[in-house]
């Protein structure tokens, strides 16, 4: 399985995030990347290839352009180590901008549309190691470690090529790529998240949101309780590999967060190890052209293994 990857990423590292005004350490560390691709690397997945530059247009379908030139001019005049938490552009406190963090945020989306154009060029399956992860960006804004929303924009990539089916296996509802989709009948967003009543992002995820206008019944969200188990999880999960099926899309990008894991240290689910392996397993047999794409995970220790489980099942 070709995957595509840049250390790049390592250029956005921020220092710490702000939880209740207190500094605390920065779940989404480049230590994360490093631990994926070690373990690929020793389990022989791979090849491994360095992405594309796209241009800048891809981008500019999902974000607005005030927003993407903030991101950039910020990002390009603030000095080493220091952190903006910006009052405009930003939904939370857990996207700070860093010297490092417009030029790595770029380098994932190239990352994800290097993996989308490996699927039009008749690739079966492609992983994206994107760092940062994107599903909470929105159109204009940043937010939960996100600042561009990489699965957004390769969706509306692929859908110049057909019918775009998006399942979000992240423990958080990824409330960016829900809402580029909203009002659309050709983009199916499905999310299986823990229910945002008492979890981040709180105010997107809820069963009732089910898409606008033409775009009503492509926007299908399940909430799951806190401590859901893998049993559980699957059942919901065959629930949304239905409706994928039934929406008959050309290509599914997997926005593949692995925050559901029992020992996350930000996480609320108790999926096992083995979990992964299954709900890779069930996500292939839908047999469809597959970009997977990296959102969450912050177990470090156990981060690779995660994601070699997942993507093992796809080969
Ligand atoms: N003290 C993604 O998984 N809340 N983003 C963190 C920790 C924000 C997660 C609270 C979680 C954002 C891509
Ligand atoms: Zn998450």
Do not use: W
């Not at 590292?13 to 994926?36: M, Q, V």
């Not at 373990?39 to 379908?61: A, M, Q, R, Y």
């Not at 770029?106 to 699927?119: C, N, R, S, V, Y």
């Not at 399940?222 to 188990?229: A, F, G, K, Q, V």
Request: aromatic fraction near 12%; charge should be negative; glycine fraction near 8%.
């Amino acid at each position: 399985m070709k995957i595509v990857y840049s250390i790049t990423h390592r250029m956005h590292n921020p220092l710490y995030e702000l939880y209740d005004g207190a500094k605390i350490e920065y779940a989404e560390s480049s230590a994360r990347a490093d631990s994926i691709i070690e373990t690929l690397n020793s389990n022989n997945l791979g090849p491994f290839i360095e992405p594309e530059s796209f241009d800048l247009s891809h981008v500019l379908k999902i974000h607005q352009a005030q927003y993407v030139d903030f991101v950039r001019t910020s990002s390009n005049t603030i000095s080493q180590n220091e952190l903006l938490f910006p009052s405009y552009y930003i939904s939370d406190t857990y996207a700070p901008i860093t010297a490092g963090t417009y030029v790595a945020s770029i380098a994932a989306i190239d990352i994800a549309l290097t993996g989308a154009q490996e699927l039009v060029n008749g690739e079966r399956v492609v992983y994206s190691l994107c760092r940062p992860p994107g599903h909470h960006a929105e159109h204009s804004s940043m937010g939960g470690y996100c600042y561009f929303n990489n699965a957004a924009i390769s969706a509306e990539y692929l859908a110049q090529h057909g019918r775009v089916a998006i399942l979000d296996i992240d423990l958080h509802h990824g409330n960016g790529t829900q809402s580029a989709f909203y009002g659309r009948p050709d983009v199916l967003y499905v999310s299986i998240h823990a229910d945002p009543t008492s979890f981040y992002p709180y105010r997107s995820g809820f069963n009732n949101e089910e898409g606008a206008g033409l775009g009503v019944g492509k926007n299908i969200n399940y909430p799951m309780p806190l401590r859901t188990t893998n049993n559980q999880y699957f059942k919901i999960l065959r629930k949304a590999i239905t409706d994928i099926q039934n929406f008959n899309p050309d290509y599914l990008i997997v926005s593949a967060g692995f925050d559901t894991f029992m020992y996350d240290p930000i996480g609320g689910f108790n999926l096992t190890l083995s979990a992964y392996t299954k709900i890779g397993a069930l996500i292939n047999d839908l047999g469809l052209p597959t970009l997977i794409i990296q959102e969450g995970g912050y177990n470090i220790e156990h981060l690779g293994e995660i994601t070699n489980n997942f993507l093992t099942s796809f080969t």
